[in-house]
Each structure stands twice: as C-alpha cells, then as structure tokens.
C-alpha cells in the first residue's frame, strides 16, 4: 500500500465533482456524496433522494487484482437506496480496513467475519450502481 496521503484528493470540491460525474446531474445533484477520509469514507454532502455518488479507490476491486494498491486509480460510482443499503457496507469495510493499515488478508477476513455475524449482506435485489 502507499502512503494514505496518495490515496486521498487534495481538492475536496474536485472530489465530490468526480463523485457526482457518475449519473446525469438530475440524479446527483439530490444524491449523498462521499468523500475519502483518514478512516474512511465522510458525507461531505446531505441529499435527499437516497442516492449516494463517491468515488471508490483501487482496494474496492478484488485482492487478485493487480492494480489493488494503486492510488491513482480513482472511480466514480452513484448507487441508488438498494445499493447503499446493501453494497455500500461492504465498501466501508474493506476501506476502513485498509486504511487502518491491514493487509489484503486481513481485509478479506474481516470482510467475511461480519457477512458471519450478518453485519454485511448480499446485495438487496434492485441494487444497481452506475
């Protein structure tokens, strides 16, 4: 992994800008938007139709992918309610994991502990991401 700092945008504007690049304005513009904190994901901006827009980092692909750590990998994602509810936990965890310093290994395994302990479910049916 690279340091965090490489990891993160140093514009917040041009983050949540990005974020919202992933659907038509109509949609965005009421959506939640996150940004990437030290820990994790922050709402950097409250919507109001229950979509959220981000912009997910290289550990989002699989621990296979050869790319996992590259911090200049950078994907704009807008997920509707079903997908924030059921998707966007999954996410949380691999990142907090991995920005708490924790290994490929180590994310994975929390990752199935809390599907477990039910903590993290499949995705609801309708869940779409764009």
Same mark, same amino acid.
């Given at each position: 992994?690279?340091?965090?700092?490489?990891?993160?945008?140093?514009?917040?504007?041009?983050?949540?800008?990005?974020?919202?690049?992933?659907?038509?304005?109509?949609?965005?513009?009421?959506?939640?938007?996150?940004? /990437?904190?030290?820990?994790?994901?922050?709402?950097?901006?409250?919507?109001?139709?229950?979509?959220?827009? *981000?912009?997910?980092?290289? $550990?989002?692909?699989?621990?296979?992918?050869? %790319?996992? $750590?590259?911090?200049?990998?950078?994907?704009?994602?807008?997920?509707?309610?079903?997908?924030?509810?059921?998707?966007?936990? &999954?996410?949380?965890?691999?990142? %907090?994991?991995? /920005?708490?310093?924790?290994?490929?290994?180590? *994310?994975?395994?929390?990752? &199935?502990?809390? *599907?477990?302990?039910? %903590?993290?479910?499949?995705? %609801?049916?309708?869940?779409?991401?764009?």
């Amino acid at each position: 992994m690279a340091p965090i700092d490489q990891y993160m945008m140093a514009d917040r504007n041009a983050e949540i800008a990005l974020a919202r690049s992933a659907v038509r304005e109509s949609v965005s513009a009421d959506a939640d938007v996150l940004v /990437l904190g030290r820990t994790n994901y922050e709402t950097a901006v409250k919507g109001t139709n229950g979509f959220v827009c *981000m912009v997910e980092r290289s $550990w989002s692909a699989g621990t296979d992918e050869p %790319e996992f $750590w590259n911090p200049k990998i950078r994907a704009p994602i807008c997920m509707n309610a079903a997908a924030a509810r059921s998707y966007l936990p &999954h996410t949380f965890k691999k990142t %907090e994991s991995v /920005l708490a310093g924790k290994s490929k290994a180590q *994310m994975s395994d929390a990752v &199935h502990v809390a *599907m477990g302990k039910k %903590e993290l479910r499949t995705p %609801e049916p309708g869940a779409m991401c764009s």
